[in-house]
């Protein structure tokens, strides 16, 4: 698992949530005297991509979800140690294997002045489930019913020992009812109970949040954040370095030594709960034969990914979409270690002697991202024609060859089949790693 890797100027304070520190930006806070208390009320954060949305419930992005869980609270939360802790809910019974009953805390309020009810949280949870782009960690809940005004009871189809896990993800993120009148007018003025609310957003520029003073858990101690987006990770590090900046998120491992010896610099690392991996549509040819599937794996080198993509700061996911923080995991799942005549002959009896063509997809805003489509390429390519510069195709004398472009994913159109080479990155909001936990070698969806 990579660790994250983030920089802070050395006077810290708690953001309710959110890694923080701060630096020569931004203002400072006034006495009732007049004078400067030296205290600064803004933080300016770089982030390496912009959010999709403001509203947390239409598709699972990193990008998204580091802006809105300043904005939105969940019913459950976890704290710095993966921990499970009381979020909107102040306690909850498990009454059997199928139900458990919140109880809400009182006196919450949104952002709008509204108080939290339960018919608040059964609208944003079901809200949820009937988004497609969000709901595949919680189909599997049944009903959810009002008991009170603060009293929730959920019930599930069968026992789910993930469902406080999936609940403290920001998809599960409460919303104000009446704040809904359309999805877009929403997207537009998001309504949370976070402890930041919502000021503005310039689509691909700023987003603007000012402090809840009403927020249930204390008014945060800064008044204003930007989120500011630097997608080059060199320029995010220079950010810090003249203090346009004062937090920085996803620093280059390279760009580590030039604040090495910058006093007004703090740099951190901790384990990430994102894990990277390779996705493939098993509803499309040729995906759809698992001797396709296990060829791939084969020929994936995930330590050679890491080392060229991460520059070794990362280990390998041993082919669980579970990092080691997160209840579940196995250390000793499948292996497929890297033997590319394996892969070959696997392929052949899947006849596919020659190779094929395909398509290797990835956001194009982010550059980990398009590394990685560079290596992965290389890695499944050994024929004996070169690749395009463009990245514009492979001869096809190869195993698999094929181009990569920017934009979508790999997984789209079907389940995708984690081939997971490696745990690396981290980023300032749950990744929800566990959400192909329910799939099953009976439906024909896990990879190998």
Known sequence: MKKRVFALFTAMFLLCGMLAGCGPTGSSSTTTDGS?????DTLIVAIPESPTYMDPMVQASIGTYRVTTQMFDRLVMMDNDMNLVPGLAESWEVIDDTTTVFHLRQGVKFHNGEEMTSEDVKYSLERCIANPGVNYNYLIIESITCDDDYTVTIKTSAPFNALLYRLSLDAASIICKSADTSAEEFNKNPVGTGPFKFVSWELGGDVVLEAFEDYWGGAPAVKRVIFR?????????????????DLAYDLGITDLESLADNASVTTLTSPSTTVWYVGMNVQKAPFDNEKVRQAVAYALDPQGYIDLVFSGEATPANYTMLPPSVDGYVSDCSDYSCNVEKAKE?????GYPDGFDMTISVPNNYQPHMDTAEVVADQVYFGDSKRDGDGGGYGNSGYSSGSYSGGGYASSGGYSAPAAPAAPSGFGAPAGGDQFAELSDDDGELPF
């Open 346 to 350: 696997l392929l052949a009896q899947a």
């Open 229 to 245: 987006t630097i997608p080059e990770a060199l320029n995010r590090t220079i950010g810090l370095e003249t203090g346009e900046v």
């Open 36 to 40: 400067d208390d030296g205290a600064k």
